[in-house]
């Protein structure tokens, strides 16, 4: 069993979380912005189907990239010259959200409900999310979003209707974030994509030292434009 959460009880411990299924810590509450800063910064994020209440997460092991381990291989670095993508930063996020929203090539549902997609427009007009876009010919052809606090970026959803194109929009991602001295992404949970792309598993022990320091850095919110790379 796990707590259910009335919309101003705090989050139990995140060592609480089950094993089986992996991480699931709680469920209730509500997806107001304070509540989802409040989860993020202690390790925990939500997920959910539409017919499920709303359940809150910390999986162990933590799937993380570190911007330093990132891998660009031949063919990306290929797509990111050749194939003509202009990434553009927070400039149409809510059609990044509609991407990520879309039925998968699988048949898979999507969990990015009208709630949660309410509640990430509303992290990213107060600042806290933001998306990176590839466009092509005047067309988006895939990006990601995620959400900030100080330095510490939390990698939410990426999409693709053009090969490599949320990969490239990864690419620019982690260049902004060396940029703005952030040294990590996280990415929840394990996929093959993100593996071949040099992320890697870590204790949620470790993660949550690494995350502390992180979220305490008192960085401006609002509207990101690009940084010149150190």
Excluded at 23 to 38: D, N, Q, V
Excluded at 115 to 122: L, S
Excluded at 154 to 163: C, D, L, N, V, W
Aim: hydrophobic share 45%; charged share 25%; aromatic share 10%.
């Amino acid at each position: 069993m796990i707590p259910w959460l009335e919309p101003d009880d705090p989050f139990p411990p995140v060592a609480r979380a089950l094993r089986e299924p992996n991480g699931l810590l709680c469920a209730g509450a509500r997806l107001a912005s304070e509540r989802l800063l409040e989860a993020y910064r202690h390790g925990i994020f939500p997920w959910y189907a539409g017919n499920e209440p709303i359940l809150w997460w910390s999986p162990d092991p933590r799937m993380v990239l570190f911007c330093s381990e990132f891998k660009v291989s031949r063919s990306l670095a290929k797509s990111i010259r050749n194939k003509g993508f202009e990434v553009r930063i927070d400039s149409d996020f809510a059609a990044v959200l509609e991407g990520c929203a879309a039925p998968r090539r699988d048949g898979g549902g999507t969990w990015l409900v009208d709630p949660m997609r309410a509640a990430y427009q509303r992290l990213h007009r107060d600042g806290w999310a933001h998306s990176f876009e590839c466009w092509r010919d005047g067309a988006l052809a895939g990006g990601l979003y995620g959400v900030v606090i100080g330095r510490m970026f939390y990698g939410e959803s990426m999409f693709s209707r053009i090969t490599d194109a949320s990969k490239v929009a990864l690419a620019a991602l982690v260049e902004e974030l060396r940029a703005r001295g952030f040294p990590l992404i996280d990415c929840q949970v394990r996929t093959p994509l993100l593996a071949s792309l040099g992320a890697r598993e870590i204790a949620r022990r470790d993660f949550l030292r690494r995350l502390d320091p992180l979220v305490n850095y008192l960085e401006p919110r609002g509207k990101w434009t690009r940084v010149p790379a150190q």
